[in-house]
Protein backbone atom coordinates (compact mmCIF):
# COMPACT_ATOMS: atom_id res chain seq x y z
CA UNK A 1 0.00 0.00 0.00
CA UNK A 2 1.44 3.56 -0.88
CA UNK A 3 0.70 6.73 1.06
CA UNK A 4 -1.32 9.20 -0.52
CA UNK A 5 0.56 12.34 -1.20
CA UNK A 6 -1.28 14.79 0.33
CA UNK A 7 -0.81 18.69 -1.78
CA UNK A 8 -2.52 21.38 -0.67
CA UNK A 9 -5.18 21.80 -3.67
CA UNK A 10 -3.86 25.71 -3.85
CA UNK A 11 -0.77 26.26 -5.13
CA UNK A 12 -0.60 29.71 -4.69
CA UNK A 13 -2.21 32.83 -4.25
CA UNK A 14 -2.63 36.51 -6.16
CA UNK A 15 -2.93 38.62 -3.28
CA UNK A 16 -6.00 37.35 -1.80
CA UNK A 17 -7.19 35.17 -4.64
CA UNK A 18 -5.83 31.32 -4.28
CA UNK A 19 -4.85 29.61 -7.44
CA UNK A 20 -5.78 26.17 -8.10
CA UNK A 21 -3.28 23.20 -9.34
CA UNK A 22 -6.80 22.24 -10.35
CA UNK A 23 -7.05 25.15 -12.72
CA UNK A 24 -2.98 25.24 -13.78
CA UNK A 25 -3.63 21.51 -15.05
CA UNK A 26 -5.87 23.43 -17.42
CA UNK A 27 -3.57 25.96 -18.52
CA UNK A 28 -1.04 23.49 -18.93
CA UNK A 29 -3.04 21.27 -21.24
CA UNK A 30 -3.92 24.32 -23.33
CA UNK A 31 -0.42 26.15 -23.61
CA UNK A 32 0.89 22.50 -24.06
CA UNK A 33 -1.04 21.89 -26.91
CA UNK A 34 -1.21 24.96 -28.47
CA UNK A 35 2.66 25.21 -28.31
CA UNK A 36 3.43 22.00 -29.67
CA UNK A 37 0.71 22.44 -32.66
CA UNK A 38 2.42 25.50 -33.39
CA UNK A 39 5.95 23.50 -33.44
CA UNK A 40 4.29 21.39 -36.28
CA UNK A 41 2.69 23.71 -38.41
CA UNK A 42 6.37 25.47 -39.02
CA UNK A 43 7.32 22.14 -40.24
CA UNK A 44 3.81 21.13 -41.87
CA UNK A 45 1.82 23.96 -42.68
CA UNK A 46 -1.07 21.78 -43.65
CA UNK A 47 -3.09 24.28 -44.69
CA UNK A 48 -3.20 26.82 -41.26
CA UNK A 49 -1.35 29.05 -40.51
CA UNK A 50 -0.10 30.57 -36.70
CA UNK A 51 -2.67 33.10 -36.44
CA UNK A 52 -5.67 31.01 -37.24
CA UNK A 53 -4.16 27.85 -35.24
CA UNK A 54 -4.05 30.68 -32.59
CA UNK A 55 -7.79 31.51 -32.89
CA UNK A 56 -8.95 27.69 -33.04
CA UNK A 57 -6.99 26.76 -29.35
CA UNK A 58 -8.57 29.85 -28.48
CA UNK A 59 -12.33 28.57 -29.35
CA UNK A 60 -11.62 24.86 -27.87
CA UNK A 61 -10.49 26.34 -24.90
CA UNK A 62 -13.67 28.03 -24.24
CA UNK A 63 -16.21 24.80 -25.45
CA UNK A 64 -14.16 22.84 -23.18
CA UNK A 65 -14.39 24.67 -20.04
CA UNK A 66 -18.00 25.63 -20.68
CA UNK A 67 -19.31 22.18 -22.45
CA UNK A 68 -16.89 20.48 -19.43
CA UNK A 69 -18.65 22.12 -16.88
CA UNK A 70 -22.49 22.11 -18.33
CA UNK A 71 -22.08 18.20 -19.17
CA UNK A 72 -20.62 17.32 -15.64
CA UNK A 73 -23.57 18.79 -14.27
CA UNK A 74 -26.42 17.75 -16.35
CA UNK A 75 -24.20 14.08 -16.88
CA UNK A 76 -23.38 13.49 -12.89
CA UNK A 77 -24.72 16.46 -10.52
CA UNK A 78 -28.02 17.66 -12.12
CA UNK A 79 -29.87 17.40 -8.82
CA UNK A 80 -27.24 20.13 -8.13
CA UNK A 81 -27.36 21.84 -10.61
CA UNK A 82 -31.41 21.89 -10.89
CA UNK A 83 -31.37 22.95 -7.02
CA UNK A 84 -28.68 25.41 -7.08
CA UNK A 85 -27.48 26.65 -10.99
CA UNK A 86 -24.81 29.14 -9.56
CA UNK A 87 -22.83 25.83 -8.87
CA UNK A 88 -21.72 25.40 -12.62
CA UNK A 89 -19.54 28.38 -11.94
CA UNK A 90 -17.84 26.53 -9.44
CA UNK A 91 -14.95 25.45 -11.15
CA UNK A 92 -12.65 25.02 -9.00
CA UNK A 93 -14.06 22.45 -6.67
CA UNK A 94 -13.44 20.18 -9.91
CA UNK A 95 -15.79 18.41 -11.93
CA UNK A 96 -15.93 18.42 -15.45
CA UNK A 97 -17.00 16.12 -17.83
CA UNK A 98 -15.04 15.14 -20.58
CA UNK A 99 -17.76 14.07 -22.79
CA UNK A 100 -19.40 17.54 -21.97
CA UNK A 101 -16.15 19.14 -23.16
CA UNK A 102 -16.02 16.98 -26.15
CA UNK A 103 -19.51 18.72 -27.31
CA UNK A 104 -18.35 21.76 -26.40
CA UNK A 105 -15.15 22.09 -28.14
CA UNK A 106 -16.96 20.87 -31.42
CA UNK A 107 -19.56 23.12 -31.08
CA UNK A 108 -16.89 26.14 -30.93
CA UNK A 109 -14.69 24.23 -33.83
CA UNK A 110 -17.94 24.78 -35.73
CA UNK A 111 -18.20 28.47 -35.32
CA UNK A 112 -14.64 28.55 -35.77
CA UNK A 113 -15.12 27.00 -38.90
CA UNK A 114 -17.48 28.95 -40.56
CA UNK A 115 -14.87 31.95 -39.38
CA UNK A 116 -11.79 30.76 -40.73
CA UNK A 117 -13.29 28.61 -43.83
CA UNK A 118 -11.64 25.53 -43.09
CA UNK A 119 -13.56 22.13 -43.44
CA UNK A 120 -15.10 21.17 -39.61
CA UNK A 121 -13.26 18.04 -39.90
CA UNK A 122 -9.97 20.01 -40.96
CA UNK A 123 -9.81 21.30 -37.84
CA UNK A 124 -10.57 18.59 -35.62
CA UNK A 125 -8.13 16.76 -37.11
CA UNK A 126 -5.41 19.25 -36.65
CA UNK A 127 -5.83 19.80 -32.84
CA UNK A 128 -7.31 15.89 -31.61
CA UNK A 129 -3.49 14.88 -31.23
CA UNK A 130 -3.18 17.95 -28.68
CA UNK A 131 -5.96 17.18 -27.11
CA UNK A 132 -4.25 14.10 -24.88
CA UNK A 133 -2.30 17.12 -23.41
CA UNK A 134 -5.30 18.41 -21.81
CA UNK A 135 -6.21 15.70 -20.43
CA UNK A 136 -3.55 14.03 -18.68
CA UNK A 137 -2.92 17.14 -17.04
CA UNK A 138 -6.64 17.26 -15.61
CA UNK A 139 -6.27 13.75 -14.76
CA UNK A 140 -2.87 14.87 -12.59
CA UNK A 141 -5.42 17.88 -11.07
CA UNK A 142 -7.78 15.19 -10.35
CA UNK A 143 -5.20 13.21 -8.42
CA UNK A 144 -3.67 16.22 -6.36
CA UNK A 145 -7.50 16.63 -5.40
CA UNK A 146 -7.62 13.35 -3.87
CA UNK A 147 -11.28 12.78 -6.25
CA UNK A 148 -12.35 10.06 -8.45
CA UNK A 149 -10.14 7.49 -6.70
CA UNK A 150 -10.46 3.97 -7.96
CA UNK A 151 -12.34 0.99 -6.57
CA UNK A 152 -11.14 -1.15 -3.26
CA UNK A 153 -8.30 -3.11 -4.31
CA UNK A 154 -5.27 -5.37 -2.76
CA UNK A 155 -2.81 -4.53 -5.21
CA UNK A 156 0.36 -3.20 -3.37
CA UNK A 157 0.50 0.35 -5.73
CA UNK A 158 -3.57 0.67 -4.07
CA UNK A 159 -3.38 4.00 -1.97
CA UNK A 160 -6.01 5.21 0.84
CA UNK A 161 -7.46 8.35 -0.31
CA UNK A 162 -8.50 11.33 1.91
CA UNK A 163 -12.08 11.19 2.29
CA UNK A 164 -12.39 7.42 0.25
CA UNK A 165 -12.02 5.29 3.90
CA UNK A 166 -9.73 3.45 5.20
CA UNK A 167 -9.09 1.02 2.70
CA UNK A 168 -6.46 1.11 -0.08
CA UNK A 169 -7.86 1.72 -3.60
CA UNK A 170 -6.25 2.14 -7.17
CA UNK A 171 -4.98 5.56 -8.38
CA UNK A 172 -7.21 5.35 -11.17
CA UNK A 173 -6.31 8.78 -11.94
CA UNK A 174 -3.10 7.82 -12.57
CA UNK A 175 -4.37 5.29 -14.99
CA UNK A 176 -6.31 7.51 -17.00
CA UNK A 177 -2.80 9.90 -16.79
CA UNK A 178 -1.22 6.88 -18.34
CA UNK A 179 -4.36 6.03 -20.91
CA UNK A 180 -5.85 8.86 -22.42
CA UNK A 181 -2.63 11.37 -21.58
CA UNK A 182 0.54 9.55 -22.19
CA UNK A 183 -0.34 6.86 -24.66
CA UNK A 184 -3.75 8.34 -26.60
CA UNK A 185 -0.79 11.28 -27.04
CA UNK A 186 2.08 8.69 -28.37
CA UNK A 187 -0.82 6.90 -30.41
CA UNK A 188 -1.90 9.78 -32.21
CA UNK A 189 0.99 12.31 -32.57
CA UNK A 190 3.04 9.32 -34.62
CA UNK A 191 -0.63 8.60 -36.40
CA UNK A 192 -0.43 12.06 -37.69
CA UNK A 193 3.04 12.69 -38.20
CA UNK A 194 2.04 12.91 -42.05
CA UNK A 195 -0.96 14.21 -43.39
CA UNK A 196 -3.68 11.27 -43.46
CA UNK A 197 -7.22 11.31 -44.81
CA UNK A 198 -10.15 14.26 -43.99
CA UNK A 199 -11.46 12.74 -40.84
CA UNK A 200 -9.10 9.92 -39.93
CA UNK A 201 -7.00 11.70 -36.81
CA UNK A 202 -10.65 12.45 -35.23
CA UNK A 203 -11.59 8.95 -35.65
CA UNK A 204 -8.69 7.48 -34.26
CA UNK A 205 -9.09 9.41 -31.35
CA UNK A 206 -12.72 8.95 -30.39
CA UNK A 207 -11.68 5.41 -31.00
CA UNK A 208 -8.98 5.28 -28.61
CA UNK A 209 -10.20 7.71 -25.87
CA UNK A 210 -13.36 5.43 -26.11
CA UNK A 211 -11.80 2.17 -25.38
CA UNK A 212 -8.97 3.87 -23.18
CA UNK A 213 -11.89 5.33 -20.88
CA UNK A 214 -14.26 2.75 -21.03
CA UNK A 215 -10.79 0.59 -19.46
CA UNK A 216 -9.93 2.93 -16.71
CA UNK A 217 -13.86 3.10 -15.73
CA UNK A 218 -13.21 -0.82 -14.78
CA UNK A 219 -11.06 0.07 -12.00
CA UNK A 220 -12.47 3.66 -10.73
CA UNK A 221 -15.51 3.96 -8.46
CA UNK A 222 -18.72 5.05 -9.79
CA UNK A 223 -19.80 8.61 -9.01
CA UNK A 224 -21.56 8.18 -5.44
CA UNK A 225 -24.58 9.79 -6.57
CA UNK A 226 -25.33 8.10 -9.63
CA UNK A 227 -23.14 4.60 -9.08
CA UNK A 228 -23.75 1.94 -11.67
CA UNK A 229 -25.86 1.82 -14.40
CA UNK A 230 -26.81 -0.72 -17.06
CA UNK A 231 -26.50 -4.26 -16.31
CA UNK A 232 -25.18 -3.39 -12.67
CA UNK A 233 -22.01 -2.47 -13.59
CA UNK A 234 -21.63 -0.28 -16.16
CA UNK A 235 -20.46 3.19 -15.19
CA UNK A 236 -22.13 6.84 -16.66
CA UNK A 237 -18.51 7.31 -18.18
CA UNK A 238 -18.57 3.66 -20.05
CA UNK A 239 -22.25 4.12 -21.29
CA UNK A 240 -20.94 7.75 -22.74
CA UNK A 241 -17.93 6.16 -24.01
CA UNK A 242 -19.92 3.71 -26.31
CA UNK A 243 -21.10 5.66 -28.86
CA UNK A 244 -17.79 7.65 -29.20
CA UNK A 245 -16.43 4.26 -30.03
CA UNK A 246 -18.58 3.80 -32.58
CA UNK A 247 -18.79 7.15 -33.81
CA UNK A 248 -14.66 6.84 -34.09
CA UNK A 249 -14.85 3.11 -36.50
CA UNK A 250 -17.60 5.09 -38.50
CA UNK A 251 -15.20 8.03 -39.26
CA UNK A 252 -12.48 6.18 -39.77
CA UNK A 253 -14.08 4.12 -42.44
CA UNK A 254 -15.75 6.82 -44.60
CA UNK A 255 -12.50 8.59 -43.90
CA UNK A 256 -10.77 5.70 -45.75
CA UNK A 257 -13.30 5.08 -48.35
CA UNK A 258 -13.83 8.62 -49.36
CA UNK A 259 -9.65 8.69 -49.81
CA UNK A 260 -10.13 5.66 -52.35
CA UNK A 261 -13.11 6.94 -54.25
CA UNK A 262 -11.03 10.26 -54.45
CA UNK A 263 -8.43 8.53 -55.87
CA UNK A 264 -10.22 5.96 -58.25
CA UNK A 265 -11.94 9.46 -59.65
CA UNK A 266 -8.62 11.27 -60.18
CA UNK A 267 -7.61 7.73 -62.15
CA UNK A 268 -10.47 7.95 -63.68
CA UNK A 269 -9.61 11.43 -65.52
CA UNK A 270 -6.22 10.75 -65.95
Same mark, same amino acid.
Given at each position: ????? +??????????? %???? %???????????? *? %??????????????????????????????? $?????????????????? +? /??? =?????????????????????????????? #? #????????? $??????????? *????????????????????? $? &??? /??????????????????? &???????????????????? +??? !?????????????? !?????? =????????????? =???????????????????????????????? +?
Amino acid at each position: MLSYP +SINPIAFHIGS %WPVY %WYGLMYLVGFLG *G %WGLLSLRLRFSPRGFIQDELSDIVFYAALGA $IIGGRIGYMLFYDWPVLF +S /NPL =QIFATWKGGMSFHGGLLGVLVALILCAKKT #K #KPFLALTDL $IAPAVPIGLGA *GRIGNFINGELWGRVTTMPWG $I &VFP /NAGNAPRHPSQLYEFLLEG &VLLFTILWIYSRKPKPLGAV +SGL !FAICYGVFRFTAEC !FREPDA =QIGYLAFGWLTEG =QLLSLPLILVGVVLMAWAYNHKAKASTSHEAI +S
